[in-house]
């Protein structure tokens, strides 16, 4: 991650994977009923409350009310969230959420919405929180689903976390150290993200962290692992590719972000990123070692000019 001393681009919480990470379903005898419709908390941005949350919609239930208010049906308890921020209301082609004119917007999957009806799988963004959508004739499969690709899957961003990148850098570095396979490893933050926070806000910040993720993972090809490290921080392991290989992906990648026009609430956003490219050598054994290697080269990245490749 981007070094302590540079204010602009450390995320400051270093206990930020840690907490988001840990995911509590609740027990048994606490869920609704299995034929319920229901909502998952699937991401807060500071990884506090209720993650893995299941609140059920039950047949009896013709509206929830989500805000910061205690007077809410769901509370959530975060700055960004409006006092009476939205509500879900049962119509009869189903449950829609509505927007109560709140100060940062209710966004389904991704898209502003004053109203919209909600369809299986859709993901309702309340300010820092982020809720699932659950509906069918096998609730209980689809809720255990949501909850395992919580345990692998950054909410926000839909990357890989940093769990599974350690679990896959590992077996990876296994077969390195075993048959001498080529393996690389490319880390990279995103320039100046403290200054979009601030200039643009949260929101804003989320926006960007959301399209940077999409852009990159729409090169990924299936044996590569892209994954958020934390904060601004991303990761992209590559097996079977050496150093010119990754150097060349790490370019396009760079290009690619460079290159788009980043747009949130008809602000235009300048963003680039810097990255550090490490291949495995005989002399690197863990992953620690591997990732403070690429690291490494993303802080000489940033310390050259930032928006650059150095290996």
Not at 103 to 114: I, K, S
Request: proline share 4%; charged share 30%; hydrophobic share 35%.
């Amino acid at each position: 991650m981007a070094p302590p001393d540079d204010p602009q681009d450390h995320d400051s919480d270093p206990n930020w994977q840690a907490r988001t990470q840990v995911i509590r379903p609740l027990d048994r005898a606490e869920r609704p009923p299995g034929g319920s419709d229901c909502l998952v908390v699937i991401y807060t941005r500071d990884g506090r409350g209720p993650l893995g949350r299941r609140i059920g919609l039950d047949e009896s239930m013709t509206e929830l009310s989500l805000g910061r208010d205690p007077s809410n049906g769901l509370v959530l308890d975060f700055e960004s969230v409006s006092r009476h921020h939205a509500r879900l209301e049962r119509k009869p082609d189903g449950w829609w959420v509505i927007d109560k004119n709140s100060t940062n917007g209710t966004y389904v999957n991704d898209e502003f919405r004053r109203e919209s009806i909600l369809n299986n799988g859709d993901r309702i963004k309340i300010g820092d929180v982020i809720l699932k959508y659950l509906t069918g004739t096998d609730l209980e499969a689809e809720f255990m689903t949501t909850i395992s690709q919580m345990v692998v899957t950054d909410g926000l961003t839909q990357a890989h976390n940093k769990r599974h990148l350690v679990e896959r850098l590992g077996s990876y570095l296994a077969l390195s150290l075993r048959h001498g396979r080529p393996l690389a490893l490319i880390m990279f933050d995103i320039d100046h993200f403290k200054k979009v926070n601030d200039t643009y806000g949260h929101l804003a910040g989320d926006h960007v962290l959301k399209e940077v993720a999409g852009l990159v993972r729409a090169r990924v090809r299936q044996d590569e692992v892209f994954a958020r490290y934390g904060g601004e921080e991303f990761a992209l392991l590559l097996p079977e590719t050496d150093l010119r290989g990754a150097m060349t992906v790490a370019s396009d990648v760079r290009q690619l972000v460079a290159g788009n026009i980043f747009t949130f609430e008809n602000h235009k956003i300048p963003v680039t990123i810097s990255l550090g490219v490490a291949q495995w050598t005989s002399m690197i054994r863990t992953t620690e070692e591997f990732i403070r290697a690429a690291d490494a080269k993303l802080y000489q990245a940033k310390r050259e000019g930032r928006n650059r490749v150095v290996a």
